[in-house]
């Protein structure tokens, strides 16, 4: 793949896949709703069949061609990259010609993210997947835009307009999302075939890129920046003969030693109110509260917010990534690999492994966000505005001493619903939960006092007077109930269920 390619033939490339509506949406019409939901499970067969009994299109030809991995005569490619030909995409590396069959040597596939920046779609380039190729993936695969980087993409505070670090690019996934309003946007990694791509990439999206070769912080050294991007090589895989070492999920640490070192790594890189987010696996030596303060602990010095969205025991983690690299079940390489990770998790006392997002935050002044969170449940959208808004809720009511907040006026967020549940016959409700419809889509069980507090807090009566007309009204000590709900208002309000009005 080459960083740099010749910009007319980029150009060319470009304007072709325009023209033939090669977009997430076309690729969708070109082989059907049923071939879709097929590929998402790896399985090409139905894709290959529909496109067989439809009439051909030029997305479908691409589509055939750089996703399913299937030789396409010269002359539909040439007619579906009418400026640029067959010969030309074989020049700019992305087929090889062999007579009249042309073969893919790279993935190159729409890609679409809606957030709250908007609705923007891109063209990602990497190497082809195990659907491609049949069969295992090589050591140094460079990975398109997987769902891990959705899930990242979609967790991102809005970028601003400062200098954005993407650590470990790949394929330039999350560094084209943030060029979108970003400065400038530095992109890294220690593969210099990732590199490529990501040069590549961004070449053929009109996007400017700063690529630099590297491990970890090491080609930003003693530069700061706004945000912190990074999707880094979590997996936890043991450092054995025989075991894999994709570059892509595995940065050579042992354990979760990796991702450790890039959230020690933030504070040094981190503008003064700067942000880092990354996604993370770490290990659980028995205790889930010790597992919480060695996580924590890794953030020394900033603001730390880690939601676990998943906790594995170590077979179901071994079975997951094993399968991952393409060996099957029953065979037995995959007994083999499974055996390596199962005996290094027991060599360290490994009980379950963690998943989930880290967020970090430079603070202006002493870090005062300690936080960790297990919520596994199905999440909604704005997640990144989400977690902004969480993180300004902490700020404004860190310096709010509970009669100060009680002077504050709040208003219940526009996505909340309450739900009651009742016994048969019963006129009290046994379960009051409230429930999001966005951001991390909580639900939290209230008592009849909160939920009465956040029903009239619309925006207009100070927080402390409605307590107080509420203890009233239920016969209560308004003393006592404000020492009990506010709280319980606090966590609401970093939770996104109460806003500032
Ligand atoms: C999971 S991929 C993420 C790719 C892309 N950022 C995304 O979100 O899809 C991890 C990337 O980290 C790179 N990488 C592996 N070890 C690294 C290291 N020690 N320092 C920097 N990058 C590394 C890999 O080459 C790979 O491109």
């Known amino acids: 793949m080459q960083r740099d390619p010749d910009p007319q033939q980029i150009a060319d490339l470009r304007a072709d896949l325009d023209d ?49 991995g299937a030789a396409r005569p010269v002359g539909a490619v040439d007619s579906a990259l009418p400026r640029l030909g067959a010969a030309g995409a074989e020049r700019l590396g992305l087929v090889r010609v062999d007579g009249d069959a042309v073969r893919a040597v790279v993935d190159l596939r729409p890609y679409a993210l809606a957030d709250e920046s908007g609705v923007a779609s891109w063209w990602i380039a990497s190497d082809p997947g195990e659907m491609a190729l049949g069969g295992e993936l090589p050591e140094e695969h460079v990975l398109g835009a997987g769902s891990a980087s959705t899930t990242l993409a979609q967790i991102l505070v809005p970028t601003g307009t400062g200098r954005v670090l993407d650590l ?60 912190v991007v990074t999707n880094p090589p979590f997996v936890i895989t043991p450092r054995v003969d025989g075991v894999p070492a994709y570059t892509y999920r595995d940065g050579g640490f042992g354990g979760d030693g990796l991702v450790e070192a890039v959230v020690r790594g933030a504070a040094e890189h981190l503008a003064p109110g700067g942000v880092a987010q990354l996604l993370g696996n770490w290990e659980v030596h028995g205790d889930q509260a010790a597992t919480r303060e060695r996580v924590l602990g890794w953030a020394d010095g900033l603001d730390v917010w880690v939601v676990q969205r998943d906790l594995l025991d170590p077979a179901q983690y071994a079975e997951t990534w094993v399968r991952d690299g393409g060996a099957q079940p029953g065979t037995a390489r995959f007994r083999t690999l499974v055996r390596a990770w199962l005996d ?26 300690r936080r960790f969170e297990h919520l596994d449940g199905a999440v909604g959208s704005g997640i990144g505005g989400a977690i902004e808004a969480a993180l300004a809720a902490h700020d404004l009511q860190h310096a709010l001493a509970d009669d100060a907040l009680a002077d504050t006026v709040l208003e219940v967020a526009p996505d909340v619903t ?84």
């Open 418 to 501: 309450e739900h009651r549940h009742y016994w048969p016959g019963d006129a009290d409700p046994t379960v009051i939960e409230l429930v999001q419809g966005t951001g991390f889509a909580r639900v939290r069980r209230v008592d009849t006092v909160t939920a009465a507090v956040v029903g009239a807090s619309d925006g207009e009566l100070p927080l402390g007077a409605i307590v107080d007309a509420v203890a009233r009204l239920l016969d209560a000590d308004p003393v006592d109930t404000r020492a009990a709900v506010l709280p319980i208002v606090r966590e609401l309000w970093f939770e996104g269920f109460l806003a500032l009005r």
């Open 20 to 68: 033939a509506r090669y977009t997430v949406d076309g690729l969708a019409d070109a082989w059907g709703p049923i071939a879709a939901e097929a590929l998402g499970r790896d399985d090409p067969e139905p894709a290959l069949a529909a496109l067989e009994r439809r009439p051909a299109t030029p997305a479908g030809v691409l589509g055939a061609l750089f996703v399913l």
């Open 168 to 227: 470990g690019t790949g394929s330039g996934v999350q560094a084209l999302i943030a060029a979108r309003s970003a400065g400038t946007v530095v992109a890294t990694d220690v593969s210099a075939r990732a590199l490529d791509f990501a040069g590549f990439n961004a070449a053929l999206n009109r996007v400017r890129l700063d690529l630099r070769e590297g491990s970890l912080y090491e080609p930003v050294a003693d530069e700061r920046f706004d945000r």
């Open 344 to 369: 290094d998790f027991a060599a360290r006392g490994v009980t379950a492994i963690g998943a989930g997002y880290v967020t970090l935050r430079a603070s202006r002044r002493a870090a005062t966000l």
